[in-house]
């Protein structure tokens, strides 16, 4: 079985606060009360804890009286309550064993303490080994001596001279049980308004505190802001700075690369052709594609001409062999033939003519 829930009774913001922390710490559901009276309402109409811690010392019903309460109940007497006091004797330890506190927890809490609590707690649990709770009868008459007075009762003194007959309406005190009753009640209210004065003072001082912190964390907040401004314009006024100095630095590099690589061209050329050599070279090729044009032109012309002759003298002579053979045979040959040889002269006229055309294109 793990412990889960925890109720935590106890009338100091301060105290609440710092012991609900432990606990939910440590993964558990914490239910918290202001008093011992709204504990036992709480326990009555809500689902039961696994655990109670019940503060000592509360005005109103204290944190014994809350124990006997819930011990004499039944439906919670069953439930682990662990007293938050400052005591720390042997004999308050005892007493509180006795109404049914299962252990101490020194205020103010401490993790290792707490840790030690809820971890023998889960064993008893787990083992059967919890101490049972006190029966009903032994937390739930006070004694004899403490009987409340009835109302409308007269006090009077033990050794009184009228006291010598014992009237139904009157409660024998002594000078001591007196005195016992006064220092008990003063005692009593001296502890309930220093406990008054305490809470509120840890109330105060809690409020205090956590105003110091918040402001403290808004300070720090506004601050870690501002660093981080400040921090963000650094790094943006760097990045720019160097921005500006790489570019100044490659735009450097690279004119001075353009500088060493004119100076090499430079003297390459002046190992090799100069600028008036080169133009001397373009003034020859130009000159020599001029002649080159003139000649082929005039070479052309010339080849047009000598065709033309040679077409015309071959065609004059065959045609005058062409005549020359038809006078010899016009007499012993037919005029088809004189056609055809007509013809084959129009022919070799016209390749020729061809030919000529050839060279020409």
């Known amino acids: ?4 829930t925890a109720l935590l009774v106890d009338d100091s913001k301060v105290a609440r606060f710092a012991l609900s922390k432990l606990l939910e710490s440590r993964n558990m559901e914490v239910s918290m009360a202001g008093s011992a009276e709204e504990a036992l309402d709480l326990l009555n109409s809500e689902q039961p804890p696994d655990v109670i811690f019940m503060d000592h010392l509360m005005p109103g019903m204290n944190g014994v009286e809350a124990t006997k309460a819930i011990k004499r109940n039944p439906a919670t007497a069953s439930i682990p309550v662990v007293m938050c006091t400052s005591k ?7 007493e509180a ?42 937390v739930a008459e006070p004694p004899e001596d403490s009987e409340p007075l009835e109302t409308g009762a007269r006090v009077r003194l033990a050794d009184s001279p009228q006291s010598t007959g014992t009237e139904g309406d009157t409660v024998p005190l002594t000078t001591e049980l007196i005195e016992q009753i006064a220092r008990s009640a003063v005692k009593t209210h001296i502890h309930n308004r220093l406990h008054e004065l305490l809470s509120s003072l840890f109330d105060e001082q809690h409020d205090h505190v956590r105003r110091l912190i918040e402001d403290s964390e808004r300070r720090r907040e506004e601050a870690i802001e501002k660093q981080t401004t400040d921090f ?3 790094v943006e ?63 052309q012309s010339e080849a047009v001409q000598q065709a033309h002759d040679i077409a015309r003298d071959t065609s004059e002579e065959v045609a005058q062999r062409t005549l020359d053979l038809y006078r010899r045979e016009q007499k012993t040959t037919a005029a088809r033939i004189y056609t055809m040889a007509l013809a084959v002269s129009l022919g ?14």
């Open 88 to 94: 720390k004797s042997d004999d308050f330890i005892q």
């Open 1 to 4: 079985m793990t412990i889960n």
């Open 97 to 138: 064993q006795g109404y049914g506190v299962y252990n101490i927890l020194t205020k103010p809490p401490q993790a290792d303490g707490l840790d030690s609590i809820l971890t023998a707690l889960t064993q008893d649990l787990n083992q059967g080994t919890l101490p049972e709770p006190p029966a009903p009868e032994d």
């Open 237 to 299: 006024n760097r990045l720019e700075a160097l921005k500006n100095e790489v570019a100044a630095e490659v735009t450097l590099n690279l004119g001075n690369e353009l500088s060493e690589l004119r100076r090499e061209m430079r003297e390459q050329t002046q190992q090799g052709l100069t600028e008036s050599d080169l133009n001397a070279l373009k003034d020859h090729l130009t000159a020599t594609q001029t002649v080159d044009t003139e000649f082929w032109q005039s070479l």
């Open 348 to 361: 070799i006229f016209s390749l020729g003519i061809a030919w000529l055309g050839g060279l020409i294109g």
């Open 232 to 234: 963000r314009e650094l």
